[in-house]
């Protein structure tokens, strides 16, 4: 059973089209972290929030953490095919991190 | 400054045969992290090693193991594979101990067990 759950697991849609993803757990997170992955290479850290309720933008990406630490989304605004990989939002308990299932997103130009 | 780089980035192996991973970290990283990739079960945490010393461990069988080097070069032992073992194998390393710090992970390595 997986500590962070995404949805969703796949997500197809057109460029110029706004998209969420949703990270969710019952467990509280001292931090949670969204990463992107593309075929071939490692995942690549996008942002780290930590402060329950806080929300970060970076470019057309929002990225919000729930007052509760419990959950997060990650919002795109106009996706462009360059967007296009998985995504993974992995919270941190203790010394460790918990990698949630992973949206696969596909932006078609 | 260079990433984080993982050899082999591909292999094949056989059943019951045994596989081992390298790792290096990025230069004056000390913590190195060891994480298995599958379609099914996504990224689960093997172990993270810290100053030679095992510090994390996920929940993962025996025949999972890894070390450390006074360099913080790490490597990851597989023994008696098995055709589940099949999967992209990271490392990531990061400054001190995993939760606290950002990690930085490598391309991987593609296992593959017949």
């Known amino acids: 059973t997986q500590l962070l759950e995404q949805s969703p697991q796949f997500l197809s849609i057109q460029e110029g089209e706004n998209l969420t993803v949703y990270c969710n757990s019952s467990?509280?997170?001292?931090?949670l972290q969204w990463y992107r992955q593309e075929p071939g290479e490692g995942p690549v850290l996008l942002v780290t929030?930590?402060?329950?309720?806080e929300v970060k933008k970076l470019k057309r990406l929002t990225f919000q953490f729930g007052d509760a630490r419990k959950d997060s989304s990650l919002h795109i605004t106009a996706a462009q095919p360059g967007d296009t990989g998985l995504y993974l939002c992995a919270g941190a308990r203790g010394n460790q991190f918990y990698f949630g299932t992973g949206t696969s997103l596909t932006v078609i130009p | 400054k260079a990433g984080v780089t993982q050899t082999p980035r591909y292999l094949i192996k056989t059943r019951g045969q045994q596989v081992t991973l390298s790792c290096s970290p990025i230069?004056?990283?000390?913590?190195v992290s060891w994480y298995q990739q599958t379609p099914g079960q996504g990224l689960q945490f093997l172990f993270e090693y810290f100053s030679e010393t095992q510090r994390n461990k996920g929940n993962f069988p025996g025949r999972f193991s890894g070390r450390q080097f006074s360099n913080s070069r790490s490597e990851m032992n597989v023994s008696t594979l098995e055709l589940g073992d099949s999967a992209l194998y990271l490392c990531?390393?990061?400054?001190?101990?995993?939760?606290?710090?950002?990690?930085?992970f490598g391309p991987g390595t593609r296992l593959t067990v017949l």
């Open positions: 230069s004056g990283h000390r913590s």
């Open positions: 929030v930590v402060t329950g309720g």
């Open positions: 467990s509280v997170f001292s931090s």
């Open positions: 990531a390393s990061s400054l001190g101990l995993a939760g606290g710090y950002e990690q930085f």
